[in-house]
């Protein structure tokens, strides 16, 4: 760290006053924010951060799949910029710090600079990332991913929501669809400041988690088909209950993940039953499976084992159980020298810290395959996140964005 460098901190109220005013986008009567990804509350989000971005003087552009942009010019334009940020969609009944903290902080990044006349060797960008929660439109973290090369910007745009409204069509309603081609930006690294939504930096008194590595994912969509037929006449032996299936089918991956713990998770978070009705036995359901693990070989086990699983439930109650795997992530090694410039940053800043493996997917998951990467975590009360109960202190929030000025400076340089 330079000397001008190791004195600076971000206008921790002015961070913490931009984190309120745009959880008023979508906010919900619990105190949470509901701003799904292309919807019109991400629009208006969209157009605070934009204006924001320009008031701070950067040059803001959106690419195809609607990301934004924010750059800040360095000494040097030469070299591609070191990038941060995060994403501002949330989940139906998300909070106001996942995914924002890392955004906002990275505006806040580039406020405190303006203040202080600083100017890096390296330009820096910040970046808000389309499509983080993967609620709507599936997979999670889809515009890294197509980013990285991991799908077509073609086939991203042609994923469909519930209502069956396509990603491009969502992005022209809210007109985002922006002129840059996907990938076109370029960086030389990427650090994403993040809640960690999970208990352990609190449990352990923690101000900083340095994240060293990220769990991969595997994501299935299922279908069951059974027989519909009248509650009250069909002796039990002869039914084809999709639901009862279900029911098996999510303690099977309940047992499965738990054999793994606590190196795996597994969660079914979506169900639907096709025309519902009381004295109807249920004949079709839809159904998501979402399994982690920082372990490629349990993800490769855990993949065996629930196929195995649906096979037998599906011969056994003489029903069709399809299996689709939709999104396979491997698990993530973040840049080591990159971990390390996060480490360095909070010892000399003083915050307690320790290394941390991240249970959820970013979009610096992604980044890290094709770029240096790396994050920095900061408490969430009770672990609790995916939840509008979500909250942060202003203190911690305030210590991460520290941490993540100063790597940013430490990566980008200051120009003498
Ligand atoms: C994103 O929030 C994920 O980890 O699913
Ligand atoms: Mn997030
Ligand atoms: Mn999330």
Known sequence: MTKIASNLQIDSARLWDSIHETAKFGATAKGGVRRLTLGPEDKQVRDWFRRACEAAGLEVHVDALGSMFGLRRGRDMSKPPVGLGSHLDTQPTGGKFDGVLGTLAALEVVRTLNDAGIETETPICIVNWTNEEGSRFAPAMMASAAYVGDFTTADILSRKDTDGVTVAEALDTIGYGGESPVGTQKFSGFVELHIEQGPI???????????????????????????????????????????????????????????????????????????????????????????????????????????????????RRKVEVALDLVWRKAPTRFDPKLVDAVEHAATALGYSHRRITSGAGHDACNLNTV?????????????????????????????GANVLMHTVLALAGVAS
């Open 201 to 315: 930096l609190e449990a352990e008194g923690k101000t900083i988690g340095v994240v060293d590595s990220g769990q991969g994912v595997l994501w299935y969509d299922g279908r069951i088909t059974g027989f519909e037929s009248h509650a009250g006449s069909t002796p039990m032996p002869l039914r084809r209950d999709a639901l009862a299936t279900l029911a098996e089918i999510v303690l099977a991956v309940e047992s499965i993940a738990s054999k793994q713990a606590p190196s795996a998770v597994g969660t079914i978070g979506e169900a639907a039953i096709a025309n519902p009705s009381r004295n109807v036995i249920p004949g079709e359901i839809v159904f998501t499976v979402d399994c982690r693990s920082a372990d490629a070989a349990i993800m490769d086990a855990i993949d065996k084992e629930l196929r195995a699983a649906a096979a037998a439930i599906s011969a």
């Open 371 to 399: 770029m240096p990467a790396a994050m920095v975590f900061v408490p969430c009360k009770d672990g609790v996140s995916h939840n509008e109960l979500e909250d942060a202190t202003q203190a911690d929030c305030t210590a």
